[in-house]
C-alpha cells in the first residue's frame, strides 16, 4: 500500500488543453520527423522544457517561434527551415479533420504500452518513452483531447485560430468551466473544485500596491480552497504566516505578532516543525535596555537561513556589536550550506548583508565587492537584496560629491522596475535625500524650503526591529551623539559637546562600527584644540589618519585633514609658554607642516560642493602663507642660521637670496588664495540663490510617475 501523498505532493488530477499546447506539439512533430543537427536539436529541447513546465506566462505564437529560431548561428538554414515549418502547420489544424489527424500523428510518437519490466517499448517509429517528461505531456494532451465533445472541439479550433492571429483566447476556461458540454466523457475529478494559483496571485499584487484589504480577502480565499481529498487541508498555518508577515511589512507589527502566535500554535498541534520555526522567528522582539538581549545564543537543526539572517539586522538595530552580527552571518551561511533547499536568493541576500556589516566597519572596498556580486547577478524585481546593494551604491555616491551618478544608478529603469509599494517608499526616499543632501551642503536654503520639503516623500514602515530602537539610550547610538555634539560645537558649547562624543566613541568602539569612530576622533580632537591640547589633538588624529587618507569618506577625510592642520598650527604655539610668540623659524615649519593638509581639505570640499567649508580653508591658507612670508622676513632681518625647513635642507642664514624668494612666493599664493576666495565665495552666493531648475523637476516628477505606475493610478 503506497503511503497517502502531502498536500505538496498531490499531482494536479485535470489539465485543460490550452491553444499553445498545440503549437508545442507541432514542435514535436518537425523534430521528431526529420531531427536537426544535435546541437540546434538540443536548443530546442531546451525550449520546450521551458514551455512545458509552466513556470512563466505561455508565449504567443510569434514569440515561440521566434524562440526557436534564435538558435546557434552556424546552422541558420535549419533555423529558417524550422520557422518555415512551424508557420505553415497551423493552416493544417483548422478543420475537425486537420486537427483530429494531428493528434494521431503526434501519439504516434509514444509507445502504447511498457514491457514486462516497466519499461517503454521503443519500437517502430516510437521516438518518446510514455513516462518521461516530454512522453508524460504528449499523452496528456491526447487524452484531454480525446475528452472533448463536439462542442469541445469547436470552442478549441476556434480558440487556436484566433491565438494564431494575436488574440488571447483560450486562456479564461477553468477546469471546472468545462462541465457545461465541452466534455464528451467528463470524469470525477473534472467536476471538483480544484486548488488554483489565481488567488495567491492577486494578493501578490495587492500587497505590492497597498491594497491591504484585497490583500487579506484573497490570501483567505487561496488557504480556503481544496488542497488534498480530505477536509481539512492543514495548511492554515500556512495562511496565518502569510498573514503575519503582510502586517509585519505594514508596520502593523501587533497584529503580525497576533497571527504569529495564533500560526506557531497550530504548526505546533500540526507536527510542522518547519513552519513553527518561521512562525517563531516572526514574533515581536520584547523591548529591553540592553544590546544584543534580543538575540538567541543558539541555531536549531533546520532553522532557515533567511531567518537567522534576520537576526544581523536585529541585533544591528538595537545596538549589538559587529562581532555578533558576523557570527550571525557566518551562522546563516553555515545553515544555507547544511539546507539541500538553500535559494539563491538566500545568497544574495548574504552577500548584501555582508556590504552593509563591512561598511559598518569601515572597509569599503569589501562592501562594493559585495554589492557587485548582488548587483551583477540579480534582475530588476523586488528582489531586497538587489535593492539594498543599489541604495548602498548610491549613498556612497552621494557622500562622494556624486550626486549625478547616483540619481543615474536610482532612477535607472533596472532598479524601480517591479518594486512594491513599501519598497518604492524607500527608494523614493533615497533619491529625495540624494537632492537634499546635496542642497544643505551648498546652503540652498530657499531650494529646500520651497520645493524640497514640500515634496518630500512619505515614510516608508520601519523593519520590526528598528521600531524598538528609541528604547535604548542615545549612548548606544553614536550617529545621534555625533550629530548632538556637531551641533553644541557649532554654538561653541564644547564642555556639553564633550559628552556626547566621549559617547560616540564608547558606543562606536564597542560595536565596531569604525566609520563612525573615526568621526568621533576627529570630533575630539578639534574640542582638544579649543581647550588648548592641541598636541593631545594631533596624536589622536595621526592614530587613525591612514584609514582616512585612503578616501573611502572624501567629506571625513577633508574634516579630518582641517581639524589636524589646526592642530599643527596651534601645537607651535602651545610648547613652550602659551603666552610667548614661538621663534620664526620654528613658526614657519609649522605652517609649512600645515600647508599639504589644508590644500586636501580644500581639493575634496571642491569636490562635494561644501562652499562654505572650503571657504574656511582657502582663508585658513590665505593666512598660512602671509605667516609664513612674515616669518621669513623676520628671519632675514635676525640673521636666523639655525633652523631648517621641513621642505629644503638650505639653512637660511647661509643663502638669504633663497629666503627673500621664498617669502615673495608665499606672498604670491597668499593673493591667489585671496582672488579664489572671492571667486567661491561669489560661486556660493549664486548657488545658494538659485532654485529648482528644469532636471530637478523632472528628477522629482520621475519619481511620482514610477509611484503612480506601482498604483496602477494615472498620474
Known amino acids: 500500500m503506497l503511503p497517502p501523498t502531502t498536500p505538496e505532493e498531490t499531482p494536479r488530477t485535470t489539465h485543460v488543453l490550452r491553444p499553445h499546447h498545440i503549437a508545442i506539439l507541432s514542435?514535436?512533430?518537425?523534430?521528431?520527423?526529420e531531427p536537426p543537427s544535435p546541437t540546434f536539436n538540443l536548443h530546442i529541447w531546451r525550449v520546450l522544457a521551458r514551455e512545458i513546465a509552466e513556470t512563466r506566462p505561455p508565449r504567443s505564437f510569434e514569440q515561440l517561434i521566434q524562440t526557436i529560431i534564435s538558435g546557434p548561428y552556424e546552422y541558420a538554414d535549419e533555423n529558417i527551415k524550422m520557422g518555415r515549418g512551424l508557420r505553415n502547420v497551423p493552416k493544417h489544424l483548422y478543420t475537425h479533420d486537420g486537427m483530429s489527424q494531428f493528434f494521431a500523428d503526434v501519439i504516434a510518437f509514444v509507445p502504447e504500452r511498457d514491457d514486462e519490466a516497466g519499461r517503454s517499448v521503443l519500437a517502430g517509429n516510437y521516438a518518446v518513452e510514455r513516462r518521461s517528461y516530454f512522453g508524460l505531456f504528449i499523452r496528456r494532451c491526447y487524452l484531454s483531447f480525446f475528452k472533448l465533445s463536439w462542442r469541445g472541439s469547436i470552442k478549441l479550433l476556434a480558440d487556436y485560430k484566433n491565438w494564431v492571429e494575436g488574440k488571447e483566447t483560450g486562456y479564461n476556461l477553468r477546469p471546472t468551466d468545462r462541465d457545461?458540454?465541452?466534455?464528451?466523457?467528463?470524469?470525477?475529478?473534472?467536476?471538483?473544485?480544484?486548488?488554483?494559483?489565481?488567488?495567491?496571485?492577486?494578493?501578490e499584487n495587492a500587497v505590492k500596491v497597498g491594497d491591504v484589504h484585497s490583500a487579506i480577502e484573497n490570501l483567505r480565499r487561496f488557504f480556503d480552497q481544496q488542497f488534498s481529498q480530505t477536509d481539512e487541508s492543514g495548511l492554515t498555518q500556512h495562511a496565518l504566516l502569510n498573514l503575519a508577515r503582510l502586517h509585519y511589512s505594514l508596520g502593523e507589527f501587533q497584529a503580525a505578532g497576533s497571527a504569529a502566535e495564533e500560526a506557531l500554535k497550530l504548526a505546533r498541534n500540526a507536527n510542522d516543525a518547519l513552519t513553527a520555526l518561521h512562525c517563531n522567528k516572526h514574533r515581536l522582539i520584547p523591548a529591553s535596555s540592553s544590546p544584543g538581549s534580543n538575540i538567541s545564543a543558539t541555531v536549531k537543526p533546520n532553522t532557515p537561513p533567511l531567518e537567522v539572517l534576520y537576526e544581523v539586522q536585529k541585533g544591528i538595530a538595537t545596538g549589538d556589536s559587529l562581532r555578533a552580527a558576523f557570527r550571525r552571518l557566518y551562522q546563516s551561511i553555515g545553515c544555507g550550506d547544511a539546507s539541500y533547499a538553500d535559494s539563491t536568493e538566500a545568497k544574495w541576500a548574504r552577500h548584501a548583508a555582508q556590504a552593509t556589516l563591512w561598511t559598518y566597519a569601515g572597509v569599503e572596498s569589501l562592501a562594493q565587492t559585495h554589492e557587485n556580486i548582488v548587483i551583477a547577478f540579480t534582475g530588476a524585481g523586488d528582489d531586497d537584496s538587489r535593492l539594498n546593494a543599489l541604495r548602498a551604491k548610491a549613498r556612497r555616491m552621494v557622500r562622494q560629491g556624486n550626486c549625478g551618478g547616483?540619481?543615474?544608478?536610482?532612477?535607472?529603469?533596472?532598479t524601480w522596475r517591479g518594486l512594491t509599494l513599501r519598497q518604492y517608499g524607500f527608494w523614493a526616499s533615497d533619491v529625495w535625500k540624494a537632492l537634499f543632501e546635496t542642497a544643505k551642503r551648498r546652503r540652498q536654503e530657499s531650494l529646500i524650503s520651497d520645493v524640497l520639503i514640500p515634496r518630500r516623500?512619505?515614510?516608508?514602515?520601519?523593519?520590526?526591529?528598528?521600531a524598538h530602537r528609541m528604547d535604548f539610550p542615545h549612548k548606544h547610538n553614536e550617529v545621534v551623539a555625533e550629530k548632538i555634539a556637531r551641533r553644541l560645537m557649532d554654538d561653541k558649547e564644547y564642555a556639553q559637546a564633550l559628552t556626547h562624543i566621549l559617547d560616540a566613541l564608547w558606543s562606536s568602539e564597542y560595536r565596531g562600527t569604525w566609520t563612525y569612530h573615526r568621526l568621533a576622533v576627529v570630533q575630539l580632537a578639534e574640542v582638544s584644540t579649543e581647550f588648548g591640547m592641541a598636541a593631545r589633538g594631533r596624536r589622536i588624529i595621526e592614530g587613525c589618519l591612514p584609514q582616512i587618507l585612503n578616501g573611502d569618506d572624501i567629506e571625513i577625510r577633508a574634516y579630518a585633514c582641517h581639524t589636524l592642520a589646526r592642530c599643527i598650527i596651534a601645537e607651535s604655539w602651545s610648547q613652550d609658554d602659551p603666552k610667548a610668540k614661538p621663534p620664526p623659524a620654528k613658526q614657519v615649519a609649522a605652517l609649512e607642516e600645515a600647508i599639504p593638509f589644508l590644500q586636501v581639505a580644500e581639493t575634496d570640499y571642491n569636490q562635494i560642493g561644501v562652499y562654505t567649508e572650503r571657504l574656511h580653508v582657502i582663508y585658513t591658507l590665505s593666512v598660512v602663507h602671509h605667516n609664513i612670508a612674515l616669518g621669513l622676513q623676520a628671519m632675514v632681518a635676525d640673521g636666523d642660521e639655525t633652523m631648517v625647513t621641513p621642505d629644503t635642507s638650505v639653512e637660511w642664514g647661509t643663502d638669504r637670496a633663497a629666503l627673500e624668494a621664498k617669502a615673495k612666493q608665499m606672498m604670491n599664493e597668499r593673493d591667489r588664495m585671496a582672488e579664489m576666495y572671492m571667486e567661491v565665495d561669489k560661486m556660493r552666493k549664486e548657488v545658494s540663490s538659485m532654485g529648482a531648475d528644469e532636471e530637478l523637476k523632472a528628477v522629482l516628477d520621475t519619481v511620482v510617475k514610477v509611484g503612480a505606475a506601482i498604483n496602477r493610478v494615472p498620474p
Open 457 to 466: 516623500p512619505g515614510h516608508a514602515p520601519l523593519p520590526q526591529a528598528l
Open 27 to 33: 514542435v514535436f512533430i518537425l523534430v521528431l520527423r
Open 180 to 203: 457545461g458540454g465541452l466534455l464528451l466523457v467528463p470524469t470525477l475529478s473534472d467536476e471538483q473544485n480544484q486548488a488554483q494559483m489565481d488567488p495567491y496571485e492577486r494578493y
Open 406 to 414: 547616483a540619481l543615474m544608478v536610482l532612477l535607472d529603469p533596472e
